[in-house]
């Protein structure tokens, strides 16, 4: 597999005089935000279903349950944070 790629990756290599980015800036930030959301989305899938089971055992579970099911968005806003801090 490695002996088909070298011989590709040296010809895009000296095709382009100047070294450019694949993807534009503003497309770059948009697909790491966008991929932080799907695994937050991911993360969040077995944790809802394991605070509702849960909280359906025992009413008190439900702050913890919702503090759980809450933190992989952190993810996504930090992804957003970095987005606006970091200079294009």
Known sequence: M?????????????????????IPNKAAAALAV???ALGAGLAER?????????VAEDDSMFGRGLILTVLPETLVI???VVVFVVPN
């Open 2 to 22: 490695i002996e088909t790629i070298a011989p590709v990756v040296n010809a895009v290599l000296q095709e382009g005089g100047a070294a450019a980015p694949a």
């Open 34 to 36: 966008g991929m932080a």
């Open 46 to 54: 077995g944790i809802g279903a394991a605070a509702v089971g849960a």
């Open 78 to 80: 930090l992804a957003l």
